[in-house]
């Protein structure tokens, strides 16, 4: 008899020490269960808490299979009532299972025999250990006090896996929010940085331009250089352009908001869009539902949305599809486009909205969605990317109702 003892103390020590280096409450379900089988030599072994109004069967446990712990579902009342009567000690029936209050559930499980071992945590009752069916004989006094020791490491187990998720989500938070705060701040001293540089340099390049206009015209001593000249002057002029965005996108310009109809916008802006698809085998689909009314500035909307399409026909190339379609809800209006393009590399994905990150080489500035991203964020907005490398990408954009 000393002999079992010590061997049920040892187990009893294994099961709870196991407990204690779990994070995740799954696993302790599943440890629970089969410790406490095999403490006391029992088929059923699980782990009920009370959820809300219910006690509801977790999952894992020993010798029950998702469906028969989903069956396993008793009103909080209900066991509290069957806490009270057994004067707070733990609830056993070798008998008669038919009187027990839970005996049509357990009928289906075939019951022979049950033991409900009390969890509490600071004083209130949050769960109970189920065991059904010992092999021999019933649940004896010298089984439930190792599961009751059992039941106090449970609780916290469990709380401290909770305590741990917890954690987990919180430093995942300050993460993101770190992120956020980083690139808000990498697009403010970005800004600052170009619109000086970008001053800087508009003044020579008019010199220079000034004196290509000057050497073409004068055509007798120059005639032979025209050709070079006006490619100069060409590059000149796109060196202008990158500047002026730029520009416009350290210029810290307040919205002008106004009561507009997003989908009078867009029309607009696909009209004008479509100009660059002249010529090539793109194909723009629309799905509008019905109008839908914001309060926003339309001429920097129509910038976000013509640098989505430009970079979409862009990605596309010679033919493709781009779906543009809208919806309305609760919080606001969601516009997607959607393009059969190349895609985007995962690595691309994190940068995309990272002032001057392209992919394009001399062709692109990297300017347009950094500057869509601040306006919609100014819009109290978002904007996100999806993409499936080789199947295309979708961008989104949602705009608070007001
Ligand atoms: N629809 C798209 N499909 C594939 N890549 C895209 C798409 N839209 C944007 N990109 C990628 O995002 C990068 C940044 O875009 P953007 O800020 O508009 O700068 P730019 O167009 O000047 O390169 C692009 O260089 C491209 O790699
Ligand atoms: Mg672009």
Known sequence: ????????????????????????EADIYLELSRGAADLVGAEQAGYMVLEGDEFVHTFPATGLDLDATSRIRFPREQILNLYDTSHRRAYVNNEDISASPMADVDRTLKVRNLALVWVRSKGQITGAIRLANKRSGGFAAEDIQPLAILANNVSVALDNARLYTDLRRQMQQIKDAQEQLIQAAKLVAIGELSSNVAHELNNPLTTVLGYIDLMMEEKEEHGDLLQDLNTMKLECLRAKQIIRQLLEFARKRPLERKT?????????????ASIQTRGT??????????????????????QVFINIISNAFHAMGNHGILDISTKTSEDGTRITFKDNGPGIKENDIKRLFEPFFSTKDEKGTGIGLSVSYKIIREHNGSIEVESTPGKGATFTVVLPKS
């Open 281 to 302: 085998n793109i194909e723009i689909k629309t799905d509008f539902e019905g109008d839908m009314m914001i309060s926003g500035d339309e001429n920097q909307l129509k």
């Open 1 to 24: 008899k000393v002999h079992k003892h010590i061997t049920n103390l040892s187990n009893l020590d294994n099961v709870t020490l196991t407990f204690h280096s779990i994070t995740n």
């Open 260 to 272: 507009m109809d997003i989908r009078n916008t867009l029309i607009n802006v696909i009209e004008l």
